[in-house]
T-cell receptor, first 115, second 112 residues
Framework: AQTVTQSQPEMSVQEAETVTLSCTYD???????LFWYKQPPSRQMILVIR??????QNATENRFSVNFQKAAKSFSLKISDSQLGDAAMYFC????????????FGTGTLLAVQP | NAGVTQTPKFRILKIGQSMTLQCTQD?????MYWYRQDPGMGLKLIYY???????DKGEVPNGYNVSRSTTEDFPLRLELAAPSQTSVYFC???????????FGQGTRLTVV
């Protein structure tokens, strides 16, 4: 089965510090997209960042950046200058194939931000 | 802009009852999806549709049915509710050629 693995069920970071959330995945495809979604207590799913596999450059969005290691099938999320509003569940996901944009999600990492 | 709208937001069903979770989007997206989220399990795909009149099973389709008669609407039907269907259900949509998915606010369903 194609899987996405998030090995850290919970993480904690001090406000203004940096934290890295881990994600590994499996796939037999050469080109695909990877995503990080944020789910705050409101339950809304919010796209944080996405990476296309054939692009060597790591994606960045303001304080969020990824470390994409294609050969290792690793896709970690780095949050810099953490803010209280970053506290949420974070899901890693990859395209499910078939050009239908369906997603395969990991089990999530619950991030707490300490003031 | 409304985006993806799901109704209801909460519902309690008795075992064996039926219900339809409504989902509508106003972005003219051709792709639509239903996911369920169980505690500690992430989101799993139930059904998806690539356009009006076309639906296909996802990872966990048993106990559910869908239809897609219009581009805007993608209802999810539970025919005989079971406790195993207690979950949070998310509808999402995306545009062909653009991988970003837009999610509704979710429906928390409890079957007792």
């Amino acid at each position: 089965a194609q899987t996405v693995t998030q090995s850290q069920p919970e993480m904690s970071v001090q406000e203004a510090e940096t934290v890295t959330l881990s994600c590994t995945y499996d796939t037999s495809e050469s080109d695909y997209y990877l995503f990080w979604y944020k789910q705050p207590p409101s339950r809304q799913m919010i796209l944080v960042i996405r990476q296309e596999a054939y692009k060597q450059q790591n994606a960045t969005e303001n304080r969020f950046s990824v470390n994409f290691q294609k050969a290792a099938k690793s896709f970690s999320l780095k949050i810099s200058d953490s803010q209280l509003g970053d506290a949420a569940m974070y899901f890693c996901a990859r395209e499910g194939g078939g050009a239908t944009n369906k997603l395969i999600f990991g089990t999530g990492t619950l991030l707490a931000v300490q003031p | 802009n409304a985006g993806v709208t799901q109704t209801p937001k909460f519902r309690i069903l008795k075992i064996g009852q039926s219900m339809t979770l409504q989902c509508t989007q106003d972005m003219n997206h051709n792709y639509m999806y239903w996911y369920r989220q169980d505690p500690g399990m992430g989101l799993k795909l139930i059904y998806y549709s690539v356009g009006a009149g076309i639906t296909d099973k996802g990872e966990v389709p048993n106990g559910y049915n869908v239809s897609r008669s219009t581009t805007e609407d993608f209802p999810l039907r539970l025919e005989l509710a079971a406790p195993s269907q207690t979950s949070v259900y998310f509808c999402a949509s995306s545009k062909q050629g653009n991988t970003e998915a837009f999610f509704g606010q979710g429906t928390r369903l409890t079957v007792v």
